[in-house]
């Protein structure tokens, strides 16, 4: 008998030992995740910002291409080839028939001296378009940050969402069972049990919807950061004080200048203008007479066969002299000079170009005045909505106090038997909707806040390492 008790005691030993085991591994396979972590994998692993990166490094080769076409160029040019039958020769000055290897090499070089400014403005157009391009990459990024953090906040408000539901379904469990004696012990109705059991169930319920829309959330976000969704993580509250963030106060004029000099959406759509603009004076001076200069190096080599003549003949008419003398001596060449280009009718394709590249110009301005307009809508918005914000959650923060206090006494009231049921879920009712309004207003207030920074583009991941 001694001994089954202590097999029992020892198989219950490693029972809990064994569960004690999985809790340890299973609280190591979770990994915090840091909202700076966040932003940073955000920004690592956005599809669209390394898309953009990418393409800024194609601006700056543009930029550079163009800027080293109003340089010379430059290139050597070598020929090898036979003909057989009528060909001149130019060591004899005159056309001989028969089989003939001909070497030819020259250094070729040619600078536009005038363009119509067409180089010139070509130059500008690339510098102005890789400014506009490195604009469109910083707005990414706060692109990317503002999405990431509103996913993550969101995850932290549930989360407190959760836990204020969690709450509340253990005090009406607690409160269920307690009704549940006095009913036992006949100083309660039946019916007080049964309402108490509804609202338990109630409380239940919507602790699980809690935790749905928790994971719903959490998948988004492991969907944004393209982080393994079977990688379990938890995330923490950042210390942002936000009593100082309640405290802020705006000056509409001053936020206006700071988003004119820092939204990389607008200062793109100003660049992309005027690179446009340049684009279409460039395009412009193709239409105009060029002037260029060129001069060329060069040497040749040539081999006649099957000539009827002897030796010495050959000797003396000079026919198929040494290599190094005909290609070192003889044959050396120099011509320079200066040429002239008047375009004169090429099919209306300058004209078309220009063309295009007219409306294209218009139309950036139309865009460029767009985004004014928009930049101006965001900043009265995102300054109205952070006012409401911090009204929402100092009204938030006194109902609260409120509620909880007018719940205390209920629950103490109910619990004496001086006051019904009803009034006790209606104040447990307000007490709870109280604290969901708090968190609310609470998260949505650092979300204003983050959207104000996004509006004036001076949204960055140091706003938040504090």
Do not use: C
């Not at 039946?190 to 919807?209: C, F, G, I, R, S």
């Amino acid at each position: 008998m001694l001994k089954a008790k202590m097999k029992k005691i020892l198989l219950a030993g490693l029972a809990v030992l064994q569960g004690l085991i999985g809790v340890a591994q299973t609280t190591d396979t979770v990994s915090v995740l840091t909202f700076e972590e966040a932003v940073k994998i955000g920004l690592m692993s956005s599809v669209t910002l390394n898309q953009q990166k990418n393409q800024l490094e194609v601006n700056q080769v543009f930029k550079n291409s163009s800027i080293a076409s109003m340089a010379p160029s430059v290139a050597i040019n070598g020929t090898a080839s036979r003909y057989d039958g009528n060909s001149f020769n130019q060591q004899q000055g005159r056309t001989v028939n028969g089989v003939a290897d001909n070497i030819s090499v020259s250094l070729d070089a040619r600078m536009n001296l005038f363009t119509g400014f067409s180089t010139v403005n070509a130059m500008k157009q690339a510098a102005r378009a890789l400014d506009a391009q490195s604009y469109f990459v910083k707005r990414t990024s706060q692109d990317v940050i503002n999405t990431v953090a509103l996913q993550y906040l969101q995850v932290l408000l549930d989360i407190e969402l959760l836990r204020i539901a969690r709450e509340n379904f253990e005090v009406q469990d607690k409160q269920l069972q307690q009704i549940q004696e006095f009913v036992n012990t006949g100083s309660r109705a039946p019916v007080d049990e049964l309402n108490q059991d509804a609202l338990t169930k109630a409380a239940e319920l919507q602790m699980v919807q809690a935790e749905i829309t928790l994971n719903n959330d959490k998948a988004l976000l492991t969907q944004t950061l393209l982080i393994d969704p079977f990688d379990e993580f938890d995330v923490v509250k950042p210390g942002w004080d936000i009593n100082e963030i309640s405290n802020q106060n705006l000056d509409p004029i001053q936020m206006l200048q700071t988003a004119r000099l820092n939204r990389a959406d607008y200062l793109q759509a100003e660049q992309t203008e005027l690179s446009n603009k340049f684009g279409m004076r460039s395009a412009k001076g193709l239409m105009a007479p060029s002037i260029y200069a060129f001069g060329s190096y060069g040497t040749a080599y040539n081999y006649i066969y099957d000539v009827n003549l002897p030796d010495s003949t050959k000797d003396r008419l000079g026919i198929n002299r040494p290599f190094k003398t005909q290609f070192t001596e003889d044959n050396t060449r120099l011509q320079f000079g200066v040429g002239v280009n008047i375009p004169l009718f090429n099919g209306l394709q300058n004209r078309a170009n220009y063309v295009q590249q007219r409306v294209r110009y218009d139309n950036s301005k139309l865009v460029t005045q767009n985004t004014e307009v928009l930049l101006k809508n965001d900043v009265q918005r995102s300054r109205r909505n952070f006012d409401g914000a911090k009204k929402s959650y100092a009204v938030s923060q006194a109902q609260l106090h409120a509620a909880e206090e007018a719940y205390k006494l209920e629950t103490e009231r109910y619990n004496l038997g001086v006051t019904s049921l009803v009034d006790y879920i209606t104040a447990n009712r307000s007490f709870i909707q109280a604290q969901t309004n708090f968190a609310q207003a609470e998260y949505r207030l650092i979300f204003q806040r983050i959207q104000l920074e996004y509006a004036l583009g001076t949204l960055k991941i140091e706003d938040f390492q504090r």
